[in-house]
């Protein structure tokens, strides 16, 4: 029987600390429920004392997290931990989690502490949180820069005063994985009754070694590890949970212990917080970044058409990403493509098809990436031709340093000529108000984003915006040599797509309604 692995989330605690998270009681409530669902076992709900948002915020999760122990953190203070226990006492399993720096360089310089004055505060905190509840953590900050003696010694006093859960953070991720296994080892070995409770780790990524740290601790005797969704937290970060869950579930052979998470609702939880949050993903970021299932060489797309084994470890559904997508470019081949348009939903004879892949070719050629707007955009307009809904006519801009941005947009919507005027915060803003005003889109621009393809003031402007409504997110892209010109392209032919995919839904949608499967 694989042994239990505890997955401690911190993403409302210590991943709410990068620099730009913050989130309201609301929102923390969505990523508390979503983290139940997904089978994390303790969440850090927060750190009471901190502000009223966060005492609040941590009172309503306890309130509504039935499935998950919820902790609030609180420094040795006897009015921190009233104030976490106020906070997290409606819980069905209530956690006290008290810590207290413990390193040399943290007593001298921000305690100014003695270590007897910090052993004694840690008897005193764990045994008053104790009165209030069976379940209280004790972290000792900055462990891994601690000396192990006296760390020995932090342990055995938290211990005795009645931790049940004991955490060695690797708070400034300063540690190696060969460091962090003797530091527990030693643990282990001097500190009597440690098997008796559940050893923790908290790594931080500074040098990019949270998870692997993580890792080598379970193999060093460490029951939770505690993590935060996308691995955000304070500087670099901490470690990511869907990291350590996919290492511990892909490579069994090596390690034989579970969690309690659904992996398939990895996915949707990363994107959750990344909404929430407002912190991207990068798109090469291990298990939940928009690369991590797509293949681009010839010979990787190949090989995972013919058995998804050649190229992918785990597979995009077991993390709750509906397919593995490859990246169309200049390297694909005829088989990737056709493979392409038939899950975008196209049905094409041998004649349609070759047109769209020499059509494809030619794009591939300029542009690197070809996204699936772009294929759809082919077929429907170049194979099918099928006319685009939006088209731009004219556009003149006012600007200046003493004019108000005024933007005037004749356009073409579905055959008819329209023209419309309107004020902005600058010219590409006067611009895309007066677009969206004359297709009265309810989308949201989510990214707008401008290269120049040459250089020089006679550049080429590439402008690229992100495009969401109702779920549905599609990129436009418009170049030119005038920046508002390429931006206004840009802009219509994410509304073009836009539409094209909400059409494309409710056929899908019609299909799946009709028992033959015809529409
Ligand atoms: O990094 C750290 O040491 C912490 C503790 C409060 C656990 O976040
Ligand atoms: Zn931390």
Redesign the pocket.
């Known amino acids: 029987m694989p042994e239990h692995i505890y997955i401690f989330d911190?993403t409302l605690?210590?991943g709410e600390?990068s620099p730009g998270a913050t989130m309201n009681v609301q929102e923390k409530l969505r990523v508390a429920k979503q983290l139940e669902r997904m089978g994390a076992d303790i969440i850090e709900a927060g750190f009471p004392i901190s502000s009223e948002g966060d005492f609040e915020s941590v009172r309503t999760i306890a309130k509504a997290v039935e499935k998950c122990t919820v902790a609030g953190l609180a420094r040795t203070d006897r009015e921190d931990i009233d104030r976490a226990w106020d906070a997290v006492r409606a819980a069905k399993y209530p956690r006290i989690h008290v810590f207290i720096a413990t390193s040399d360089i943290h007593l001298k310089y921000k305690l100014k502490m003695t270590r007897e004055e910090v052993l004694r505060d840690i008897a005193d905190a764990v045994a008053y949180a104790k009165k209030m509840t069976d379940d209280v953590e004790f972290s000792a900050?900055d462990a891994t820069r601690t000396d192990l003696a006296f760390l020995c010694e932090v342990v055995r006093t938290a211990l005795s005063a009645g931790a049940t859960t004991i955490n060695i953070?690797d708070?400034v991720g300063y540690t190696v994985p060969t460091e962090y296994a003797d530091i527990l080892d030693t643990i282990r070995k001097k500190v009597e009754g440690i098997d008796k409770v559940v050893l923790s780790v908290?790594?931080?990524n500074d040098l990019g070694l949270a998870t692997a740290n993580s890792i080598i601790a379970i193999q060093h005797g460490a029951r939770q590890v505690?993590c935060t969704i996308n691995g955000i937290?304070?500087r670099a970060g901490?470690t990511a949970m869907e990291e350590v869950v996919m290492a511990l579930r892909t490579r069994p052979d090596l390690f034989p212990y579970e969690t309690r998470v659904d992996t398939t609702l990895i996915y949707p939880t990363s994107r959750l917080v990344s909404q929430i949050t407002g912190m991207k993903v990068q798109p090469n970021k291990a298990v939940v970044g928009a690369n991590a299932f797509a293949h681009e060489a010839g010979i990787h797309q190949d090989g995972v058409l013919k058995e998804k084994l050649t190229y992918e470890i785990m597979t995009p559904e077991s993390v709750g990403i509906p397919k593995s997508s490859l990246v169309m470019g200049k390297h694909s081949g005829r088989h990737a493509f056709r493979d392409r348009l038939k899950s975008l939903g196209f049905d094409l004879n041998t004649d349609q098809i070759q047109k769209a892949f020499d059509l494809f070719k030619g794009l591939a050629d300029k542009k690197k990436t070809v996204f699936d707007e772009d294929i759809v955009a082919i077929v429907m307009h170049e194979v099918l031709r099928i006319p685009y809904r939006y088209r731009l006519n004219y556009l003149n801009i006012v600007s200046g340093t003493s004019a108000i941005p005024t933007a005037v947009v004749t356009m073409e919507i579905d055959g008819e000529p329209v023209r419309d005027v309107d004020f902005g915060d600058g010219p590409v803003d006067a611009a895309l108000k007066t677009i969206k005003k004359m297709t009265h889109s309810k989308s949201r621009l989510l990214r707008f984003a401008i290269n120049a393809i040459t250089g020089g003031t006679d550049a080429q402007g590439e402008v690229t915006v992100h495009v969401e409504e109702d779920g549905i997110s599609v990129l436009g892209q418009g170049a030119h040599t005038d920046i508002i010109v390429a931006s206004a392209k840009a802009y219509i032919d994410a509304l073009n797509k836009l539409e094209y995919q909400k059409a494309k839904m409710e056929v899908d949608k019609m299909r799946a309604a009709s028992p033959e499967g015809n529409v």
Do not use: M, V, Y
């Open positions: 911190t605690r210590d600390q900050e953070p708070t908290h790594c931080h505690e937290g304070e901490n």
